[in-house]
């Protein structure tokens, strides 16, 4: 760990915990984040408010130390997806389970990752925001181990870019790379290796940029199946051939080749292990982030540890934990938790356990049929038991919608003893 | 304004703006937000990052006085729903604007306003958390002056408070309504008079319970339009008409009654003339909070005074700033704003104007088609003009998923200079 890491860590431990944060106890109000955690409160008991989000400790240990070993075996530099859980908590741990940087979205990510002392980011996106390119020239000239690398997908791309870190005075360049659109129809990215070319051209004709490999999602690959992504990867591939035959890398230690969401890594993992010889090392950058919660919706259908079981399993980590409010009818019941509380975007969140006088229960006929900000709607079958007071606990969608509702989240091992409270930053 | 409130409020002028607030000016970063909004920074010149949601200083005046204006007009106490911003700072000015107090959700919500000194509270839901119960009886003991009502519809949930009550030693009693039910598949509340009245008979078995009157919520009247809303309004008056009958509010200085959203208003203030004479005041409270930024969407089109124009006229207040990251095809382009930065739960946001080299004209031609999560889709027509590096200005729809995405809102004028800067505790 950097001493700028350590530093801030300990600030974020140093915290005083209070009405900022929901669904922790009101009684710990005052008391250092640092101070809760070493009290080792237990979740069901240790005055705890509903809603309240809660990690596994052992499930997130689990999921960290799996992507840890797929990455290796596969011979994949691991930069896992920030945006995820923008927590820099786990960031630390991610590079600390061997990743090589922290991949974000937006200029306010990589603030936040600057503010706990990651030194390699990879910008999975566009910027030509003038604001934040000057920040970063600055943040890059302030520190020579900082290390940023972000998308260029078009020529006026480039000359804003350019313009932007001119004025600003930038001395080091910043390093890009091209990305390659996962399709016609799909997200961003150069569509064509024509158009590819061009933008490598542009970048080529300035002094604040430096070309140092191409990238992309297959996640947005049109009617994705294994054939298609495959197929889009091999563009990705041949694309950083081409331009390194054309002499576009000269001068460089490595040529970064970058994909892999959290859908499709092993068809990353198997295309990637196929990239020819190159005039220079590849640099093999998976981006993978939803691993770190995974999740009961969405990742744990789409997971491609489903295609390749012999490799390990994710689990998912969160557990949304409610309390019945109202119970008007046989059908139907309300809990205290809503948008606000629980990602809605994919699916809705699914009830998992009752538990009622301490012991805990499958929560066996009842379902969520609706979302209000503060209240969800659950069907209940005859079968349900459940009555005013009951706490449910829930297992959610899309992680990236799960982490962005709560600012500190208790990190409870099997038993439910809170051993870590987990800062976001969104 | 109470010396607690003022001296947090202070607290939060003094917090340092850093990586925790997207959209403010990287090189605000150490300044106090005090010292930021004395510069009156200009939105599109002042180093502001994008996306950036701005409220608009103007508008939110002109609402904060429509409802102002509204509820005198119709002799309403006014409690605007708080859950919608979150944000102590406009509590405190609605309450200058003539408020009672603030409507709440869930506890947490309490806790906030409590933080910066909100003397009454109407907590539109039931309660039945223990660790919030023991919280609030020490609250309620510690400050002669907080008064919180909350809602109750079932037998079994006054047990519970009155369990969690009786633990806690509390020593004043918690003030409840009875929640009538909008109708039969709506959400809380009990579904049928003598539910009610089990509810209030439960109510005065207890020592730590005072019933002070009914409430409701007539935006979840099945299948609304003015008769059905304001059929069950009828029957929530009559519900508290009946209860003074039967000597359920001897003792009390008022009865409290009380529904009204932000789309029926107009039913509420009608219906609520027409209260017979009871034994008591009644305390005719309204709760509507949408109205502090209104939308460019489900509100816009909900809105009670589309149907009562002569009245006047809220204005949408929220305008989210965004960029244009990439443009791959003449059909689509790319912003740097997603299922983080706008909401997107009833419709996907406005493109309303294009800004370029300091000159904004309508966003003709664009149009929102998806979301991700650090992205917005852009679908283009022919006429639209639009490069990367423009600037898209976006209306949007819901302003509690609006405001639950930023912790730090500038407010602007309608030249652009940020003359303030609003926190939220989500």
């Known amino acids: 760990m950097t001493a700028d890491t350590a530093q801030s860590l300990a600030r974020l431990a140093a915290e005083r915990v209070d009405h900022r944060f929901k669904g922790l106890p009101p009684d710990a109000d005052g008391l250092t984040v640092a101070e809760l955690a070493g009290q080792r409160r237990n979740l069901f008991t240790g005055g ?17 130390k799996l992507m840890e070993t797929y990455a290796a075996r596969h011979g994949l530099t691991f930069a896992p997806h920030g945006k995820t859980s923008m927590a820099p908590q786990l960031f630390q741990r991610q590079i600390e ?12 990510q990589v603030r936040v990752a600057r503010a706990f002392g990651i030194r390699r980011v990879f910008l999975a996106n566009e910027l030509v925001d003038a604001a934040a390119l000057r920040w970063i020239a600055a943040e890059l000239d302030a520190d ?9 997908d078009s020529v006026r791309g480039v000359e804003l870019m350019d313009a932007a870190l001119r004025d600003a005075g930038a001395s080091r360049p910043v390093d890009v790379v091209v990305e390659l659109a996962a399709g016609e129809g799909a997200r ?36 994705a199946d294994s054939e298609r992504v495959t197929a889009w990867l091999r563009r990705l591939v041949a694309l950083a051939a081409g331009f390194d035959e054309a002499g576009r890398f000269a001068g460089l230690d490595t040529i970064v080749v970058s994909a892999g969401g959290s859908a499709w890594f092993d068809a990353v993992a198997e295309v990637f292990a196929e990239i020819p010889e190159l005039s220079l090392p590849a640099l093999k950058l998976l981006r993978s982030g939803a691993y770190v919660s995974h999740d009961d919706g969405h990742y744990r259908k789409l997971t491609p540890f489903n295609r390749v079981p012999e490799e390990g399993a994710l689990e998912p980590a969160f557990r949304l934990w409610t309390q019945v409010v109202s119970r008007p009818s046989a059908e139907q019941a309300f809990i205290n938790a809503g948008k606000r509380d629980a990602a809605y975007d994919l699916d809705l969140p699914f009830a998992q356990v009752i538990r009622r006088d301490g012991a805990e229960r499958p929560a066996t006929g009842v379902t969520v049929t609706a979302m209000s900000d503060q209240h969800a709607w659950l069907a209940t079958t005859p079968e ?13 969608s899309h992680p990236c919608t799960s982490f962005d509702k709560w600012q500190l989240i208790p990190v409870a091992e099997a038993d439910g003893t809170v051993v870590d409270y987990v800062r976001t930053f969104f």
């Open 144 to 152: 020579p181990d900082f290390e940023l690398i972000c998308y260029v």
């Open 384 to 396: 349900a038991d459940l009555e005013v007071g009951d706490w449910v606990g829930f297992g959610l």
């Open 97 to 108: 389970h061997g990743a090589w940087g922290i991949t974000l979205a937006v200029p306010h």
């Open 48 to 64: 705890f408010a509903t809603p309240v989000l809660a990690l596994s400790a052992e499930r997130l240990e689990h999921n960290l």
């Open 188 to 223: 961003t990215g150069a569509r064509t290796e024509a158009e590819c070319a061009a933008v490598a051209d542009a970048v080529a004709g300035t002094r604040t940029l430096r070309l140092v490999g191409v990238a992309g999602y297959e996640g947005e690959v049109p009617k």
